[in-house]
Nanobody, 125 residues
């Protein structure tokens, strides 16, 4: 079994900062890409930022220059540093992990995609 547990959401004023964390638990052998998605009220879930196992990153245009994604492979954890927050950044932020391999006894199990439960970020104007 693999679980992603997010933390760090909350209420912040426009212009403020928050740092989200997402830790993968279980007998993790490897994780390919990890990312953060968000879903604003009444809107579809969208990719905010992604990072591969070798550290390559990508961002949606609206957060470039304000958000930074990073990961600690030894801790199976991904972070999202969010600066200069705007009310439009409000939403539920979900952590995602692609191609997760875990050790299951003497074998490996593979999970194509794993999602966290989400953490709410509210930016007030």
């Amino acid at each position: 079994q693999v679980q992603l547990v997010e933390s760090g959401g909350g209420l912040v004023q426009a212009g403020g900062s928050l740092r989200l964390s997402c830790a993968a638990s279980g007998s993790i052998f490897s994780i390919n890409a990890m990312g953060w998605y968000r879903q604003a009220p009444g809107k579809q879930r969208e990719l905010v930022a992604g990072i591969t196992s070798d550290g390559s990153t990508n961002y949606t245009d609206s957060v470039k220059g304000r958000f930074t994604i990073s990961r600690d492979n030894a801790k199976n954890t991904v972070y999202l540093q969010m600066n200069s927050l705007k009310p439009d950044d409000t939403g539920v932020y979900y952590c995602n992990a692609d191609e997760v391999t875990i050790v299951a006894g003497t074998a490996f199990d593979n999970y194509l995609e794993v999602w966290g439960q989400g953490t709410l970020v509210t930016v007030s104007s």
